[in-house]
C-alpha cells in the first residue's frame, strides 16, 4: 500500500467518525485488514 492510499483510506474513515457514521467506519477499517490479510498476488 502507498504513502497515498494509506492517507485516502485514513482520511475516509476520520471523515466518517466525524460525521457519526461510526458504523460505515468500522466496516472500512474491516475490509481493510481483511485486505491486508490476504495473500499476496503477482498481480501488481
Do not use: G, H
Request: hydrophobic share 45%; charged share 40%; glycine share 0%.
Amino acid at each position: 500500500m502507498t504513502r497515498l492510499e494509506l492517507l485516502t483510506i485514513l482520511l475516509s474513515i476520520k471523515a466518517l467518525l466525524e460525521s457519526d457514521n461510526k458504523d460505515k467506519a468500522l466496516e472500512l477499517i474491516n475490509e481493510v485488514i481483511a485486505e491486508a490479510k490476504r495473500k499476496p498476488t503477482d498481480d501488481k
